[in-house]
């Protein structure tokens, strides 16, 4: 069963940066798409940034020019980058991912446990 896991979330004032990453336990190279959310209490998830398998990524209005995402197929890991964090940033941060099973043939998607962001201003 595939796992992910992120690390790299903790406190940061306003305008500073942190870099989240996510571990994957299986060869990044057959997801469809791996991607950053992240969730507020009494909210819902929202799509953070993406990244397809052919290197297309999206974001967020709210991140575009502050967030970078990557990944490095070598190591299994897929980055977020964000810098000049704001308040609004805060929340649990979630790494999601998606493939083809190839014994069922069904789409399947996974995510991993979550990291907080809290960003102080």
């Known amino acids: 069963q595939v796992q992910l896991v992120e690390s790299g979330g903790g406190l940061v004032q306003a305008g500073g940066s942190l870099r989240l990453s996510c571990a994957v336990s299986?060869?990044?190279?057959?997801?469809?798409?791996l991607g950053w959310y992240r969730q507020a209490p009494g909210n819902q998830r929202e799509l953070v940034a993406t990244?397809?398998?052919?290197?297309?990524?999206d974001f967020a209005d709210s991140v575009r020019g502050r967030f970078t995402i990557s990944r490095d197929n070598a190591k299994n890991t897929v980055y977020l980058q964000m810098n000049s964090l704001k308040p609004e940033d805060t929340a649990v941060y979630y790494c999601?991912?998606?493939?083809?099973?190839?014994?069922?043939?069904?789409?399947?998607?996974?995510w991993g446990q979550g990291t907080q962001v809290t960003v102080s201003s």
């Open positions: 990244i397809s398998s052919g290197g297309r990524t």
């Open positions: 299986s060869s990044i190279s057959s997801f469809n798409n």
């Open positions: 999601n991912g998606d493939r083809w099973d190839s014994r069922d043939g069904a789409e399947y998607e996974y």
